[in-house]
């Protein structure tokens, strides 16, 4: 059994800033998709042009909060760490002898 007994709160947020800032990207291409779609449907090219702004504007934010709620995740993690104890896992070696 290992114990995880603390993170690198760097690392964390950076992991956590790009995996939020990838699902940014696919909810804005998501969101691109609908406002296109209901644009043509009603005429209007600003449910299209908000659509367009999602794709870029949506990775950024999703990343940011991402690496900020990481960071301070991270930083909870070793505060309780230190109280209660890390996680608890068991690794097995699967490297041929």
């Known amino acids: 059994m290992k114990e995880i ?12 800033g790009m995996t939020l800032a990838f699902m940014g990207l696919l909810i ?4 691109a998709s609908i406002g296109s779609l ?7 090219s600003a449910l299209g042009n908000f659509g367009t702004l999602a794709i870029i ?3 950024i ?5 991402g690496f900020v ?4 995740g991270a930083l909870l993690y070793n505060l309780f760490a230190g109280w209660v104890g890390g996680i608890k896992i068991e690794l097995k070696d ?4």
């Open 94 to 97: 699967t490297t041929p002898n």
């Open 69 to 72: 709620f990481g960071l301070i």
């Open 38 to 44: 209901f644009g043509e449907l009603s005429g209007s």
């Open 28 to 31: 804005g291409l998501l969101m």
């Open 61 to 65: 934010l999703y990343g940011g909060l």
């Open 5 to 16: 007994r603390r993170m690198d709160v760097l690392s964390v947020g950076i992991m956590y």
């Open 57 to 59: 504007l949506f990775p």
